[in-house]
């Protein structure tokens, strides 16, 4: 499983208006339920919330990367938000969020490697600064996917 396989125009959320955290996580959750990627939002987002209390998911330079291993994820794959404004997240730099990288990851046998996989490709991205200032100035879906492969 590469980037490739898992970066769908479909679940990138442009000019997302949320308020906050839950507000920008719930709209990932609905988005991939009408999408088929996970069979329910709020068991989904229950997975989200236990592994967010486990530890920051924000990774600094306005970048979240929420995770949700679930029973409920019907297909591995990433949902990605870019929002209109900075949102108050709990970060390694002690900045808000201006992009959501959700991991949706199947909770079966391949969960391990196929996680830490996209986790690695993902990071590997994000270390790059120019693949970064080009994401987080990126208009379009496709600038986006871009930046990731």
């Not at 396989?5 to 709209?27: P, R």
């Not at 994820?73 to 949902?79: E, S």
């Not at 002690?94 to 991991?103: L, P, R, S, T």
Request: hydrophobic share 35%; aromatic share 6%.
């Amino acid at each position: 499983m590469d980037l490739r396989d898992v970066l769908k125009e479909e679940l990138i959320l442009l000019n997302l208006n949320s308020k906050n955290k839950e507000e920008a996580l719930e709209e990932m959750a609905n988005t991939l339920y009408d999408n088929n990627y996970i069979k329910d939002s709020k068991d989904f987002l229950e997975d989200v919330y236990k592994r967010e209390s486990l530890g920051e998911t924000g990774i600094g330079n306005y970048i979240a990367i929420p995770h949700g291993q679930s029973n409920s994820v019907v297909k591995t794959t990433l949902c990605i938000s870019k929002l209109n404004n900075t949102i108050e997240w709990e970060s390694l730099d002690g900045n808000g969020v201006k992009m959501i990288i959700m991991f949706v990851v199947e909770n079966n046998n391949e969960f391990a490697g196929n996680h830490l996989k996209l986790l690695s490709e993902v990071a590997k991205k994000l270390a790059n600064e120019e693949t970064l200032k080009k994401l987080l100035s990126s208009k379009t879906k496709k600038d986006i996917i871009e930046c990731f492969i």
